[in-house]
Structures are given as C-alpha cells and as structure tokens.
C-alpha cells in the first residue's frame, strides 16, 4: 500500500485551496469589468430602496400566515390611533392593511359604518396616494394626469361618507 504523508496532504489541500481563490479572483474580475456592471449595480440599488421606503414593513407576500398578522395588526394599530385622535397615522396603518386584504371591498364597507365621514373620506384618499404611486412606478405617469386625480380627491372631502363611496364605485 501506498503510504501518504502529512504533508503531501498538507501541500493538495494548500494547492486546491490556492486554485478555489484564483478561480473566485478570475470571475469577480471579469463579472466587474462588464461594460453593464455599475450600471446594473446602481437600478438593483435604486429598486432595492424604492421598495423599502414605499414599502417597509411590509410582510412576505407569499406567506399566508405573515399577511394575516400583519393585517391584524395594521388594523389593531389603526383604531387605536384614531381612537387616541392621531388620525393620519391611524389612516395610514388602515390603508396598508387594505393594500393586503384579500377582500378590500368589504373592508371598506365595513369601515365606512366604523368609522366618522371625514376619516373615512381621508382614508379614501390615502388610497388613492397609493394607487397613485403604485402607476408611477409601474408606468411613469404623466404630471397632468395626476392633476385630476386630485381635484377628484377634493371632491371625496366635500361630500358626505356615504357619497364618498358612490365615487369610487
């Protein structure tokens, strides 16, 4: 039998090691010197922090149980506010859970007869901000579209809750 030493073990194992980094050296060279890197770099980035400044928080959306908590707890936490009289951050933590309700429609049913006309007309609104941006982002909206969609957001304030709806529908 051939008997192997120390260190000629020693020596394979420090010269495949030596190969594994050269090879890493070798890619990351040639990864980095693609005439598209920086530039790619810079839109993975760009998205990365659009999506977690629009969306922080924001659970897993393909995880059932994630949504249902935070659902719950967005909606907690929304009627606790409003309730203390903070009613844009109340407003604000109501729109998010609707964005992930699977039934938003019934939400806001059931939100406009909890809640007063001038809140609900605001969460209406806030609604609209972030179906609004949510276009911008997908398709780069002209400014002078977005000029009606806020005179009809004015008008959802001057009417009464149960014309509110009658808006969006």
Known sequence: MIEINKTAIG???GLAGTLFIGYCIYFDNKRRSEPDYKKKVRD???RNRKAGSAKQGMPNLNDHEAIERYFLQEIQ????????????SGVEHLANAI????QPA??????????????FAMLIIKMQEF???????REGLI????SNQNDSSINILETSGSAATDDLE
């Not at 936490?77 to 844009?88: H, N, S």
Request: a positive charge; charged letters at 25%.
């Open 99 to 102: 964005v992930v309700c699977g």
């Open 143 to 146: 400014t002078g579209t977005r």
């Open 131 to 137: 179906g609004n941006k949510a276009s911008e982002s």
């Open 106 to 119: 019934r939400l806001l049913q059931v939100l406009q007869s909890s809640l007063p006309a001038q809140v």
């Open 11 to 13: 020596i394979a194992a």
């Open 77 to 88: 936490l929304g009627e606790t506010l409003i309730a203390r009289g903070d009613f844009e």
């Open 44 to 46: 993975r980035r760009r």
